[in-house]
């Protein structure tokens, strides 16, 4: 117990809400246990973004530049390969999808590390498992933000307006972190007990990038790999973006139903996982 107080000295309110744990009532009323179970979650998230960027030379803005990075590479690459862009600038045809993406694949592979990071915390503590996944899907949505502004202003200065369609986002957005959360348990239930997996998630990501219209349009997909553009649960909610953001247009709902449908088909594997192995984590975090 001496070694969580020291690791978490200067940070009072979670220390106290991991005290909360430690004692928890199990005949205390529902409201108060989700209570804390969320002041818990909101605290390791405030953490987790603070210490992210202390002592950093740029701050919040590496929460930017690697969406900005990889647009100018994507953009490049589909430049040289004469992507159809169906009329828009390639540049924010690209960005309405990387943005989305970096979300979806930060969430997706940030959860095995948010784990091992909170090692002390599951050994010393009683804290439920399942908040660790959620503090990285929150963590990586204030990225997304920071990353969203820039992006809403690069739409405005190539003269794309804001249009009705806008209201589909916070559908999309769910749907997005729904997903990385999803595939990022699954990851985490398996990486954390053969740490070498975690270096061989970064290429099955990249294949994944591939398989998802980020560079090109989902038309094109679907003309050339039926089968991937059916089964690939990212198309619809990428596609969806840049449908709403440069088009001005709804998203596919059929696509989007097929992306909900295939994502809830995997948590009914991942999800019972996760629980089953987590409760063996602290044998080897």
Not at 153 to 173: C, H, R
Not at 204 to 222: C, F, G, N, R
Not at 256 to 277: H, M
């Amino acid at each position: 117990m001496q070694t969580i107080i020291s690791e978490l000295s200067d940070e009072p309110e979670l220390l106290d809400l991991m005290s909360q744990w430690s004692n928890n009532n199990p005949a205390q009323d529902r409201f108060h246990i989700w209570l804390s179970y969320w002041n818990l979650l909101i605290s390791l998230v405030s953490r987790d973004i603070r210490a992210r960027y202390r002592r950093t030379l740029l701050g919040p803005l590496w929460a930017i530049i690697p969406a900005i990075l990889a647009t100018l590479i994507y953009s490049f690459l589909s430049g040289l390969i004469s992507v159809d862009t169906e009329g828009a600038p390639r540049l924010a045809f690209t960005f309405a999808a990387t943005v989305p993406w970096t979300f979806l694949q930060g969430t997706a592979v940030r959860i095995p590390h948010g784990v091992l990071a909170n090692g002390t915390l599951l050994r010393k503590m009683p804290v439920p498992h399942q908040v660790f996944p959620l503090v990285v899907v929150l963590t990586t949505a204030f990225d997304f933000a920071m990353s969203f502004i820039v992006l809403a202003v690069t739409l405005q200065l190539f003269g794309i307006p804001i249009t009705a369609a806008w209201l589909w986002l916070p559908v999309l957005v769910f749907m997005a972190g729904f997903l990385g959360w999803t595939v990022g348990i699954g990851v985490a239930a398996f990486t954390i007990y053969r740490r070498d997996l975690m270096h061989g998630i970064q290429h099955v990501m990249q294949v994944w990038l591939i398989l998802t219209p980020v560079i090109y349009s989902a038309k094109e997909l679907e003309n050339g790999l039926q089968l991937v553009h059916s089964l690939n649960p990212a198309v619809g909610i990428i596609d969806g973006f840049r449908r709403v953001l440069v088009f001005g247009q709804s998203p596919d709902v059929a696509l989007l139903a097929n992306s909900l449908v295939i994502t809830c088909a995997v948590l009914v594997i991942t999800y019972p996982l996760y629980r089953l192995l987590s409760s063996y984590f602290t044998d080897v975090v």
